[in-house]
């Protein structure tokens, strides 16, 4: 599809679809032309690369695709690619790749899909011709300033999905949060090679070294570098964040390692006397006397006490407590005392950590 508007001289704006009539307002010097071209063939783009006397490169821009956001100066106009954020699924960030070819009477548009903003501003261009009036530089901030502003909904939209993540990955652990996580890094590089480039590019408009630039628009193209800047700022910090909520993923992994070996290794202590007592008596000796049934029963004894006592022991010392040391008898004394003055029991002792 195509859609193409003139600002007359009269200061009337027309839109028309006849391709034949754009040379002629081309030639006009005091006529504004926007041609906007969407999904359209590559012979299409030829022809109207031509009546735009563009460069074979710039064409084969258009053709190609897969560009990095950047602005090339040539004869009598300048060539600029930037990125619209669409959406983003899971690991793959979707965009739509924007070419633009500036002259100081012209504005040359084409894109592979519809874009909300273009359609947004070719209206306001039909019912307001003021905004035509400061020529094809303020229809490309106009174009700019609404791409630039639909990265921050999505930003935001990151940053929420990443405290939620935090607050997940603190909760509960899951091959599932891993891999949301590195989906989440790999969605912020992307950003990062999409934002980082194309804010040079503005940073080159707002410079003024451009002729085909209007001079009063240099402020505007400025404010639309502080917003990518921004922009660009939010994307390290995410970053930031989603390395530090990976950090955490794998330190709550390593301590619940941890914990799980120490249990297994206070399991293997508290077996370790047994195992000695059962090999000790076990052995194949004549004197060995099991036919003493005191020695037997004191035996059988031990092996029933030393668990027990072993793990009244590493419960003082906090091994299965995460630390916080536990004092029974303590308690039962006081709740004694407490019994025998006739009151209620006191309240359970707080832990303390030595």
């Not at 391709?19 to 032309?33: A, F, G, H, M, Y």
């Not at 590559?42 to 710039?58: C, D, G, I, M, N």
């Not at 821009?61 to 930037?82: C, G, M, T």
């Amino acid at each position: 599809m195509i859609r193409m508007l003139a600002r007359r001289p009269d200061e009337k704006v027309e839109g028309f679809a006849d391709v034949s009539l754009l040379q002629e307002r081309l030639r006009d010097p005091q006529c504004v032309v926007w041609v906007d071209a969407e999904a359209e063939p590559t012979e299409t783009l030829e022809a109207l690369s031509r009546q735009f006397q563009l460069h074979p490169v710039t064409l084969d821009d258009f053709i190609s695709k897969n560009q990095r956001p950047k602005i090339e100066e040539f004869d009598h106009y300048a060539f600029l690619v930037i990125h619209a954020l669409r959406a983003i699924h899971r690991a793959d960030l979707e965009t739509d790749e924007f070419h633009i070819a500036l002259t100081t009477r012209s504005l040359f548009t084409v894109h592979d899909r519809p874009i909300e903003m273009v359609k947004r501003v070719f209206d306001r261009c039909l019912t307001d011709p003021r905004a035509e009036q400061s020529g094809p530089s303020f229809l490309l901030y106009l174009l700019s300033d609404g791409i630039v502003d639909a990265y921050f909904p999505i930003l935001d939209a990151l940053s929420d999905e990443i405290d939620a993540l935090e607050d997940a990955v603190i909760e509960a652990r899951g091959r599932a949060h891993i891999h949301r996580i590195f989906e989440m890094k790999r969605v912020l590089v992307q950003l990062r090679k999409i934002v980082s480039p194309q804010r040079e590019v503005y940073n080159a408009l707002s410079r003024r070294d451009y002729p085909y630039i209007d001079a009063r628009m240099a402020v505007y193209f400025r404010d639309i570098y502080d917003h990518l800047v921004r922009a660009y700022e939010l994307i390290d910090s995410h970053r930031d964040l989603v390395s530090n909520t990976l950090d955490a993923y794998l330190a709550s992994v390593s301590n619940r390692l941890g914990q799980v070996m120490k249990q297994l290794t206070v399991i293997a202590t508290i077996f370790m006397p047994l195992s000695f007592l059962t090999g000790f008596f076990g052995m194949n000796f004549a004197g060995i006397p099991y036919h003493r049934g005191w020695l037997l029963a004191l035996v059988a004894a031990a092996m029933l006490v030393l668990p027990g006592a072993m793990l009244l022991v590493f419960a003082r010392r906090g091994w299965l407590t995460d630390g916080r040391p536990f004092h029974p008898w303590s308690r039962c004394r006081a709740w004694l005392r407490q019994r025998r003055r006739g009151g209620e029991p006191p309240p359970p002792a707080r832990r303390t950590v030595p």
